[in-house]
């Protein structure tokens, strides 16, 4: 017979959140690293200030809210990860020059229509 890891099937979310903060507390360094200059900043979707900010106080225990933490260094890694693949067999020597859009995104009133 195998155990489960402790708090699997807990009625609370205490576990979970205390594993995330020991993995947080883990990868401090690492993630102020990651957000010393990040695109998301270049891009002015975030400020870089606060985000280290919160890494630092939340791995120190303040009680803050982690959502969306994963899904915003997922998000740098991504920008950074394709930048670096640029000109790659991943993307194609023209691709430094391509545009993801190349028309720019329409306003949801002149959305083309599904085909």
């Known amino acids: 017979m195998h155990d489960l890891p402790a ?5 609370s979310h205490a ?3 205390a594993s995330q903060r020991a993995g947080l507390r883990t990868a401090a360094s690492e993630l102020l690293a990651l957000f010393d200059a990040p695109l998301l900043a270049d891009a002015g979707l975030v400020e870089a200030r606060v985000v ?3 890494i630092r106080a939340a791995s120190q ?3 803050l809210p982690l959502d969306g933490l994963a899904d915003l260094v997922s998000t740098e890694l991504w920008l950074r990860r394709l ?3 640029r000109g790659t067999c ?3 020597s023209a691709a430094p020059r391509q545009r993801a ?4 995104v329409l306003p949801a009133a002149q959305e083309r229509p599904a085909l």
């Open 7 to 11: 708090g699997w099937g807990a009625p």
């Open 15 to 17: 576990y979970q959140a």
């Open 52 to 54: 280290r900010k919160a």
């Open 61 to 63: 225990g303040e009680p």
């Open 83 to 85: 930048i670096s693949r």
């Open 90 to 92: 991943w993307t194609g």
């Open 101 to 104: 859009v190349a028309s720019g």
